[in-house]
């Protein structure tokens, strides 16, 4: 590090790369808390609103998720109220796309910050 502020205060060209910066760290996934949303829904090929609590690692309210989800084609094609299905064993064995947009994420600090970080989801089967 000081041989790097050396290099500056002489006016030297400082520029190093990622692995020798002293000062970059590189981006870790960190896990900030979980949402459940329940999919039953699509199991019938219908449309879903709902807001949800995040909940943060302590298992304390962090914020409010507005989720839109809807079953669509492989190409992302909305289906419509014709694709509801009232079995949804009719649905075993075939393949099932859907979407999941979140609409808002109401009441979190963390993305103020920084409104462009990521999000990353994970499915979980209930046991």
Not at 51 to 62: A, H, R, S
């Amino acid at each position: 590090m000081e041989e790097l502020y050396q290099r500056f205060l002489d006016g030297e060209d400082s520029h190093v790369t990622q692995e020798d910066d002293p000062f970059w760290d590189p981006v870790e996934v960190i896990h900030l808390g979980s949402a459940h949303v329940w999919l039953q829904s699509l199991a019938y090929c219908m449309k879903f609103e709902e807001q949800v609590e995040f909940l943060n690692c302590d298992g304390l309210e962090e914020a409010v998720l507005h989720i839109h989800m809807a079953s669509c084609s492989p190409t992302g094609q909305a289906h419509g109220e014709e694709d509801v299905v009232i079995d949804p064993c009719e649905l075993l064995g075939k393949r099932m796309d859907f979407q999941i947009h979140i609409v808002q994420c109401l009441g979190v600090k963390w993305l103020k910050e920084d409104a462009k970080r990521g999000i990353q989801m994970g499915y979980y089967p209930v046991p």
